[in-house]
């Protein structure tokens, strides 16, 4: 079995090492870095090898995964570039950070695979986008695939639109956070129980992205089905029109696009 390690304990690698725990019932092949003590202890408690350094996960893993913030990964980088290989596969899940950034700053032509996943892992629900280097073995691309695809969906994506799928899976999370805050933020207001009203809210988004993904229909002919002519959901989608809501929901993207751009350089 491949070694995998992980530089950076965050929630992002936690997801992903309980993902790889639940499909392969054990933590035996997987190892660890980071430079917090306590998340150091949580790793040990699910079995997780803990390493001394980053340069260590290198020279004992075959995969190693990245899971530093981009502010972070040129000193990584630095870090381990000495013990790096061409037999050594690297996985990037930081935004805006591309194949060929890991590559230059580690001056090595190592196999890598840029992965923009999502915090949804953490419950085996993500949506996660993967796009990996042409001289990459299919062993390990499989095995990379399969170490997201155990939480959730993959999608394969070409690099050139890497930093857009971001705005798309990446971000887009909080984006439903606050709508959904928006809504039970407005039922509390009318004397409705918050509690209960993000319960009816968070129902309605699995339904209505079962309803997307499951009936067969587009976006446009759910929104008519759910539209009778002179109702409450016309009247509804008419303030959202008139308050710019699809191009709030466009510009917000661009920016999360334009953000992502920034920090690969």
């Known amino acids: 079995m491949k070694k995998i390690g992980f530089i950076g304990g965050g929630n992002m690698a936690t997801a992903i090492i309980k993902g790889l725990i639940a499909q392969n019932g054990s933590a035996d092949f997987i190892g660890v870095f980071d ?10 408690e699910m079995g997780v090898n803990v390493y001394a350094s980053s340069p260590e996960v290198v020279r004992l893993s075959d995969i190693i995964v990245l899971a530093v913030k981009p502010q972070n990964y040129a000193e990584v980088l630095e870090e381990i570039k000495g013990v790096v290989s061409t037999d050594k596969t690297f996985v990037s899940i930081a935004a805006g950070i591309s194949i060929s950034y890991v590559q230059t700053a580690l001056e090595c032509e190592c196999p890598v695979v840029r992965v923009m996943p999502n915090t949804p892992l953490l419950l085996k629900k993500g949506a996660s986008a993967l796009c990996p280097s ?4 299919d ?6 695939y399969d170490m997201f695809a155990g939480s959730g969906v993959c999608e394969y994506i070409t690099e050139d ?8 899976n990446g971000s887009s999370p909080a984006y439903i956070y606050l709508f959904a805050k928006a809504m039970a933020d407005y039922a509390a207001s009318k004397g409705i129980d918050y ?14 992205a079962a309803m997307l993904r499951e009936s067969g229909d587009s976006a446009d002919v759910l929104i008519d089905k759910v539209s009778s002519k002179g109702g409450t959901t016309i009247a509804a989608l ?6 710019g809501f699809t191009e709030a929901i466009s510009a917000a993207m661009e920016a999360c696009t334009k953000r992502a751009e920034e920090l690969g350089k």
């Open 139 to 144: 062993e390990d691309k499989q095995v990379v």
């Open 134 to 137: 042409d001289n990459i073995s």
């Open 238 to 243: 008419e303030q959202l029109r008139k308050h």
């Open 35 to 44: 430079l917090s003590e306590e998340k150091c202890a949580a790793m040990r």
């Open 195 to 208: 509690d209960r009203a993000m319960n009816l809210v968070c129902a309605t988004l699995e339904g209505s």
């Open 161 to 168: 639109h890497m930093n857009e799928i971001i705005s798309v």
